[in-house]
């Protein structure tokens, strides 16, 4: 599976244009729109894009309309949002929503070219999952307990993942399994053998959660006395399970965000 059909959804001419013209020499093939009535056109129909950038501030309405559309899909685009307007709060509502990245106007064409590199890295890995997920067996998860097709489809999406190093996010409502669902992918894994670490984000201060997560050096502030390794440090080379990280500020989440997608840290 790779990219080869791209949707640009922005309402400046210059900027449709622009990256038209950009990802055509890429050999890309490429569809410009202007509206969202547009886009979700081209959506609905027999089109099959793999990305799709959509600009999030348009006349007819906002590139999150396309954003909610597409959730469900079989084979859902990937999900690129523009806006000259860019907060962090956007940023995280879209991703939310499950966009996969972010450019904030004016952008270059190189950073055009470093989210489509991490697009198809991203590609790549739905593709190595889909064909994990139809070799796995059919016997059952030892520790998820059912043998109805939704189980065992569970139970096989368990195994597939677990063969991954991919950030996994565990949705449902409260007693519907999901901390037992981690630790079944933990104990699929190669990183058995490595620390499970747990965080209940709702159970931490707020004035303390970042040192939770990521540490910190002594005197980086009042009370700190000495160095403490935070909990992304402790789950090195095993699994860390963020619970209920919803409930944490937004300014936060974003900083999760890039922990999680540079895979790099530094302490407090």
């Known amino acids: 599976m790779r990219i080869e059909k791209i949707l640009v ?3 400046e001419f210059v900027i449709r244009k622009t990256m038209q013209e950009f ?3 890429k050999r890309y093939k490429v569809r410009p729109v202007a509206t969202v009535e547009e886009a979700m056109n081209q959506l609905q129909g027999d089109h099959d894009y793999d990305l799709m950038f959509l600009d999030i ?6 590139g999150t309309d396309v954003l909610e559309a597409m959730q469900g899909l079989e084979n859902a685009p990937t999900a690129v949002m523009i806006t000259g307007q860019g907060t962090i709060e956007s940023a995280v509502r879209c991703m939310k929503l499950g966009a996969f990245d972010y450019l904030l106007k004016p952008f270059s064409n190189d950073e055009i070219d470093i989210v489509l590199q991490k697009a198809a890295k991203f590609h790549r890995l739905v593709t190595v999952n889909q064909e994990l997920t139809s070799e796995t067996s059919s016997q059952g998860n030892r520790t998820i307990i059912g043998n109805s097709p939704p189980m065992r489809n569970l139970q096989d999406l368990i195994r597939s993942v677990a063969r991954t190093d991919a950030t996994v996010l565990i949705g449902g409502e409260t007693g519907t399994g999901k901390e037992l669902i981690s630790h079944a992918i933990h104990s699929e894994s190669l ?3 490595k620390p499970f670490i747990k965080v209940n984000c709702a159970a931490v201060s707020e004035t303390l959660i970042e040192s939770e997560f990521f540490g ?3 005197g980086a502030f009042t009370g700190a006395v000495q160095s403490r390794i935070g909990r992304f440090e402790l789950a090195d080379g095993g699994t860390l399970l963020l619970d209920e990280v919803s409930e944490i500020s937004l300014a936060l989440q974003a900083k999760l965000l890039r922990v999680l997608q540079e895979r790099e840290l530094e302490r407090v």
């Open 23 to 25: 990802l055509s020499r």
């Open 57 to 62: 501030n348009l006349p007819d309405g906002e």
């Open 191 to 193: 990183r058995r053998s």
């Open 9 to 11: 959804l922005d309402d």
């Open 216 to 218: 910190h050096e002594k």
